[in-house]
């Protein structure tokens, strides 16, 4: 189970002007985390404008029981903040199952985005972008910041041919590609292989398998409408 904390990578970015994908009319977006058919989690996000600033809070909350006892817990806070497309801060904590705690700070320097988690203080390029799947321009980048543990990963992206999935009885054209993404040493497992479902630059669901136990997580939109 330990390798469901790699949901986390879903946590969204946003900007608020002149920004290259949507934001919910209602400044919220909801998802189910789903394995073997059961919603064991969800990922919640808001988007708060705050003067020229928009802050994008995003909480994931994951539960596991078995026979009506804990069997596996994760949380992860992010709260992020974009000024005319450029991120320029952000804050964020991650609680894994066992003992690791990670706390995530980066901001914006003027010449260099410098950040601190897993890894000490890194100096990143100022155009970073963080591995959040809701941006679809990300899926153009070469290396992104990994907002879990405060690490740069380098990544693949593959465009898939389009196809329909079923959202709420209704048959959806997407946009489907499939993600990978670099091992860091200190990663406990290996980066899972993902499929991610675009509908007007929306993300609408994203899977992987479990490197573990080789079961399928689903990540799906709760709260959309055509």
């Known amino acids: 189970m330990k390798y469901l904390i790699i949901v986390i ?3 969204f970015s946003f900007s ?3 920004q290259p994908f949507p934001v919910p009319e209602d400044k919220e977006v909801s998802f189910d ?4 058919k059961k919603i064991i989690g969800s990922l919640v996000s808001k988007f708060i404008n705050e003067d020229n600033k928009l802050i994008v809070h995003s909480v994931l ?4 029981k078995i026979l009506l006892f804990p069997a596996y817990k994760f949380f992860q806070e992010t709260k992020e903040t974009w000024i005319n497309g450029d991120l320029v801060a952000i804050t964020g904590f991650t609680d894994f199952e066992d003992d690791r705690e990670y706390n995530i700070v980066g901001n914006d320097s003027g ?3 410098i950040a601190t988690g897993m890894d000490g203080e890194l100096k990143l390029d100022k155009n970073i972008f963080p591995l959040n799947y809701w941006n679809i321009a990300m899926l153009d ?4 910041f990994d907002t879990q543990k405060g690490i740069v990963r380098k990544i693949k992206v593959e465009k898939l041919k389009d196809e329909k999935i079923n ?3 209704i048959n ?4 489907k590609f499939i993600f990978n993404a670099s091992k860091n040493p200190k990663d406990k497992g290996p980066f899972p292989e993902y499929t991610l479902w675009y509908n007007n630059d929306e993300l609408l669901k994203m899977e992987f398998k479990n490197p573990k136990d080789k079961k399928t997580i689903k990540i799906v939109r709760n709260d959309w409408s055509q």
């Open 33 to 36: 985390v789903i394995r073997k």
């Open 111 to 113: 010449d260099f985005f």
């Open 61 to 64: 909350d994951i539960d596991v």
């Open 141 to 144: 980048k070469n290396e992104v």
């Open 9 to 11: 990578l879903i946590i």
């Open 16 to 18: 608020s002007f002149s």
């Open 172 to 175: 959806v054209e997407t946009q």
């Open 167 to 169: 959202m709420n009885g």
